[in-house]
């Protein structure tokens, strides 16, 4: 289920006559093969794709997330490198689902996860749907370390709490990961922002009062109450050691997201977002991170894999 980079994906315009001061991302991203033995990533990002739209078919959403890790690179191609000194960017290939084999997909990515984490990279995945927080999770949960407490942020118009009755899917991942944590005895720290209220019915919301999740509404974040918002998200990186930070790219408004399973009219504007991932970021704290749910097939404009590309350039260059 894993296949590493032929860098394919990468490529973009080049400024030869410049040099090494004309230098793009695709020309300076590294390939790293996790199906053999890897050097140590030095505290440098590693972007891994999870070739999945299985979660959404399931979740009755419109599949072609299994070619967002793709095109999220290829809008990532051009980017002018402007690295601090001595950092580096790595590629480490895609975890594919096949023929409906979800769950076993999440295992591998896992796995792939857990190594990235072990030899010391910042993990940067791709979705796929948002099935690939569960896969995720599952990598982080076997690295953290015996009594660490993981804080997750989820940027995303829904909970994705549903029920995992009858089966996963991409709607149902933080409670698969809430219901792990529990059998663990471990508490479940979780903070949904961007929250529509028409995108999630009563039960999402009974759910995720059950569970002690927090969450602000997109409609909040767009008012005037910035430093409020800040000072939420700050009280709640205090109360944990690590953070997984996941951007379901549906929270962003449809004018700036159109290629996803289900675009959101009244979502966030980049702007919204940005002064929240940097707080983020600078708490020190993000072990790793994902962007998901990125549908090419509906993507005008690659509009929505150019947004995901700038913000990840955003969170490639605060991340510490
Ligand atoms: N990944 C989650 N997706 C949303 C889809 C909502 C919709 O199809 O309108 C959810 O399950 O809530
Ligand atoms: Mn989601
Ligand atoms: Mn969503």
Redesign the pocket.
Known sequence: MYKPSDKTSWRGRTDLPDGGLGQRWHQVVQVVDLSSEIPSGGGNVAFLGFCCDEGVRR???RVGAAAGPDAIRQAMSPFAEHLPDGAQLFEAGDVICPNQQLEEAQVQLGRKVELLLKKGYRPLLLGG??ETAYGHFLGIRTFLKEGEKLGIINFDA?F?L?SVEPFPS??TPFLQIAQDLEKAGQPFHYFCLGIQEY??TRKLFQTADQLGAEYITAQALQSEEKNSHLFQIKSFIQKVDRLYVSI?LDVFAAAFAPGV??PTSLGLFPQDFLPLLREILNSGKVLSMDVV?LNPIFDSDHRTAKLAASLIYQMVEAWR
């Open positions: 979740n009755q959403g749907g948002h829904h994705d549903r991409s709607g995108g999630n379901d399973s289900a749910e």
